[in-house]
């Protein structure tokens, strides 16, 4: 069964520090990668998403991931995160499968980032 | 102009009751779904429809059952609503089955 990881359940970070959320996936076709946010009280939004070509996606607000498919993993990065960036991340795959497609999101449990001021 | 709303916002009841939650979407996507998240976060599918055809049904009690009268319709009833129902419940559609979902405001559903 495909799963998605994150190790990180709980971060915390000085305004201005560099961001790493990991994200690992079990599954060995072809996959679409996505990363979410949920601001508090909040639904949720996509951030970024990779689905083929430049491994190394952009995304809104300063986020960027890398999809490196030998090590199924996507992490998530920001260079100097903002005290606005305080929210929970969920990473998500959406697996194709022998003999047809799903569109089942498979999410990760979260990482929950605090940023302090 | 809101892409995925969700009604009621929250909702609170009683065991035993039953009630619905309505989505809808005014994206033009064909496909759209129900999740859950619970308590710690964990987001669960539960089911999809494409033009107004289920195509996923997770392994959820048979007391919930989503309805989509048009394609920009999605609802989702409950029946003997129980403890653990409680949960915050979100719609979403994508423009096809594997593309990007956009997610609703969720429905924060309590039941005492």
């Known amino acids: 069964a495909q799963s998605v990881s994150q190790h990180n359940h709980h971060v915390i970070l000085s305004e201005a520090a560099s961001l790493e959320l990991g994200c690992n996936y079990s599954y060995g076709g072809t996959v679409n990668l996505f990363w979410y946010v949920q601001y508090p009280g909040q639904h949720l939004q996509l951030l970024l998403k990779?689905?083929?070509?430049?491994?190394l996606v952009k995304g809104i607000k300063g986020f960027e991931a890398e999809f490196i498919k030998s090590k199924f993993s996507f992490n998530l990065r920001k260079p100097s995160v903002q005290w606005s960036d305080t929210a929970e991340y969920f990473c998500a795959v959406n697996a194709r499968v022998t003999g047809g497609a799903t569109n089942k999101l498979i999410f990760g449990t979260g990482t929950l980032l605090a940023v302090q001021p | 102009d809101t892409a995925v709303s969700q009604t009621p916002k929250y909702l609170v009841t009683q065991m035993g009751n039953d009630k619905s939650i309505k989505c809808e979407q005014n994206l033009g996507h064909d496909t759209m779904y129900w999740y859950k998240q619970d308590s710690k976060k964990f987001l669960k599918i539960m089911f999809s429809y494409n033009n107004k055809e289920l195509i996923i049904n997770e392994t959820v009690p048979n007391r919930f059952s989503p309805k989509s009268p048009d394609k920009a319709h999605l609802n989702l009833h409950i029946n003997s609503l129980e403890l653990g129902d409680s949960a915050v419940y979100f719609c979403a559609s994508s423009p096809t089955r594997l593309g990007t979902q956009y997610f609703g405001p969720g429905t924060r559903l309590t039941v005492l």
């Open positions: 990779y689905f083929s070509g430049d491994p």
